[in-house]
């Protein structure tokens, strides 16, 4: 158990941005419970862990503020955002307060901004899951999405769509498959490829533990050999220390 411990601490000094996050995936690490689901990944949150484009995700945020009537667009190449009427901040939840913020300033999406959302959703996601079992967790929000949306079901990224807008606390202008979430995709001004810097080794994430092990095992044999000679050499020198009397 203490080791697992130390391994999971040890995570924390790895360049997990760099390491294991592809955008727009999300790739986890072996340290993991098989079958054991992270349930508590909001609906933006479990949008990255079930693989949704990131552009996509920055997209419906911006439909659901204009539809709620916090924001309009008014172009688009490049994207130009005005605020029409300030929301509750304390009523968004991190990634939307970030999100909202990021458009009131000045109106626009830089590539600065986002990679600050991308990245706070990484860690986000690894504190709470860094442990669970990936497939077992993706089938758990699928299911959850076809669910919510079974009433209006398409099979398509807007059912997500329909869970993460009509399930909001705060919103309440209801979609009905009347917009298309996703329109702006396409006008979201972020390299995707910024954030990654050099060849990703998921290996090396996966095989940790197994380092871990294997360290531990040299550390011990390394321990017990040289207990094992010292102990042996004080018996010696005793011994003949005590035969020469």
């Avoid at 667009?73 to 955002?81: E, G, H, M, Y």
């Amino acid at each position: 158990h203490r080791s697992m411990v130390a391994a999971h601490r040890g995570l924390d000094d790895i360049r997990w941005d760099a390491l294991d996050w592809t955008p727009p995936k999300l790739v986890l690490s072996s340290f993991r419970t098989p079958g054991k689901v992270c349930e508590d990944l909001t609906a933006l949150e479990a949008a990255f862990y079930l693989g949704l484009p990131f552009k996509r995700i920055v997209s419906a945020m911006l439909n659901s503020m204009v539809a709620e009537g916090f924001v309009e667009v008014t172009t688009r190449n490049p994207l130009r955002v005005r605020v029409l009427s300030a929301p509750d901040k304390e009523r968004l939840d991190q990634y939307e307060r970030l999100f909202f913020e990021s458009l009131e300033d000045d109106g626009r999406l830089s590539q600065g901004e986002l990679e600050t959302f991308m990245n706070l959703a990484v860690d986000t996601i690894r504190k709470k899951a860094w442990d669970c079992d990936v497939e077992a967790t993706k089938a758990y929000y699928q299911n959850l999405v076809e669910e919510k949306a079974r009433d209006d079901q398409r099979g398509t990224d807007e059912d997500w769509y329909w869970w993460y807008h009509n399930e909001h606390a705060y919103y309440t202008r209801r979609y009905h498959h009347d917009r298309d979430p996703f329109h702006h995709e396409v006008d979201i001004p972020v390299q995707t490829d910024h954030l990654v810097s050099g060849p990703i080794d998921t290996d090396l994430v996966m095989d940790l533990n197994v380092c871990h092990d294997a360290c531990h095992s040299a550390c011990h044999s390394a321990c017990h050999s040289a207990c094992h000679s010292a102990c042996h050499s004080a018996c010696h020198s005793a011994c003949v220390s005590g035969s020469s009397h």
